[in-house]
């Protein structure tokens, strides 16, 4: 059953890689990571993980376009490497892992949290930039920039919602979750989306490019080198959305209590 799996990931994986949507070394870190997770939950778990990454995929896509703006602030493109696949899905194939050596409920729920917590992010980043209005900065509540690291919107939040409530409903009818455990997995996801939010609008570093007067996260920017503004270096945004993804699993351990 594993080599099937196998197969089924690694032709996953390569037309993730000729969509533009992985790029090489991102390709053999969604590999491990689906290996992990359909070692601990089988194809229930590649099918979750299939919601994740076909929606993500989807979005990054949608109106892309309109992101260029976005894009001159965000470190990555629309490929993911190896560190974005990591951060994302890194939690999910930790508890993969677990649930193979340790089965419980407790890492189902992990599991799908994790992976809720990244969906609401994703969608969060990719349809939250297409609001029309700037969104506000979480913590200062004055607008700012779209794509600014921080920065909510109403669209922002709805996109985050549904998507951990999509992740969070897969989950419940393929897993036979208690809908309670359902209910809070999806706000769990929320909570790990919006600790996202904090963490970016805080201590995430974040740089200034002299030439073009923009704040962003890339350390070169119009092909010099950006001074940082904030922060603490190292915490970037691939650190931040796995702490997201782990929050989001650490927090729907509430229903165990
Ligand atoms: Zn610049």
């Given at each position: 059953?594993?080599?099937?799996?196998?197969?089924?990931?690694?032709?996953?994986?390569?037309?993730?890689?000729?969509?533009?949507?992985?790029?090489?070394?991102?390709?053999?870190?969604?590999?491990?990571?689906?290996?992990?997770?359909?070692?601990?939950?089988?194809?229930k778990g590649?099918v979750l993980l299939?919601v994740?990454?076909?929606?993500?995929?989807?979005?990054?896509?949608?109106?892309?376009?309109?992101?260029?703006?976005?894009?001159?602030?965000?470190?990555?493109?629309?490929?993911?490497?190896?560190?974005?696949?990591?951060?994302?899905?890194?939690?999910?194939?930790?508890?993969?892992?677990?649930?193979?050596?340790?089965?419980?409920?407790?890492?189902?729920?992990?599991?799908?949290?994790?992976l809720?917590?990244?969906?609401?992010?994703?969608?969060?980043?990719?349809?939250?930039?297409?609001?029309?209005?700037?969104?506000?900065?979480?913590?200062?509540?004055?607008?700012?920039?779209?794509?600014?690291?921080?920065?909510?919107?109403?669209?922002?939040?709805?996109?985050?919602?549904?998507?951990?409530?999509?992740v969070?409903?897969v989950g419940?009818?393929l897993?036979?979750?208690?809908?309670?455990?359902?209910?809070?997995?999806?706000?769990?996801?929320?909570?790990?989306?919006?600790?996202?939010?904090?963490?970016?609008?805080?201590?995430?570093?974040?740089?200034?490019?002299?030439?073009?007067?923009?704040?962003?996260?890339?350390?070169?920017?119009?092909?010099?080198?950006?001074?940082?503004?904030?922060?603490?270096?190292?915490?970037?945004?691939?650190?931040?959305?796995?702490?997201?993804?782990?929050?989001?699993?650490?927090?729907?351990?509430?229903?165990?209590?």
């Amino acid at each position: 059953m594993m080599l099937l799996y196998f197969i089924v990931i690694l032709l996953t994986g390569v037309v993730g890689l000729k969509m533009g949507a992985l790029s090489r070394k991102g390709t053999v870190a969604a590999i491990f990571t689906g290996n992990a997770i359909a070692y601990g939950f089988g194809w229930k778990g590649l099918v979750l993980l299939g919601v994740f990454f076909g929606t993500s995929t989807l979005w990054s896509k949608y109106k892309q376009d309109r992101k260029q703006e976005t894009e001159r602030i965000v470190v990555k493109g629309s490929a993911r490497d190896e560190y974005q696949v990591l951060a994302n899905g890194g939690a999910a194939a930790f508890a993969g892992v677990m649930m193979a050596m340790f089965p419980s409920l407790w890492w189902i729920a992990f599991f799908i949290s994790a992976l809720a917590a990244s969906n609401a992010d994703t969608w969060a980043s990719e349809l939250g930039v297409l609001a029309k209005r700037d969104p506000y900065h979480i913590l200062k509540l004055r607008t700012v920039p779209r794509g600014t690291s921080g920065a909510v919107s109403m669209p922002g939040l709805l996109a985050s919602f549904l998507a951990s409530l999509l992740v969070a409903g897969v989950g419940f009818f393929l897993f036979d979750l208690p809908f309670t455990l359902f209910l809070v997995i999806t706000g769990a996801g929320v909570l790990g989306s919006m600790i996202d939010t904090i963490i970016g609008a805080t201590i995430q570093e974040e740089f200034y490019c002299e030439t073009c007067s923009l704040k962003t996260e890339r350390t070169v920017h119009c092909g010099v080198g950006t001074t940082k503004i904030k922060g603490i270096s190292g915490i970037n945004n691939d650190v931040v959305n796995m702490v997201s993804s782990l929050c989001g699993g650490i927090a729907c351990g509430v229903w165990f209590l």
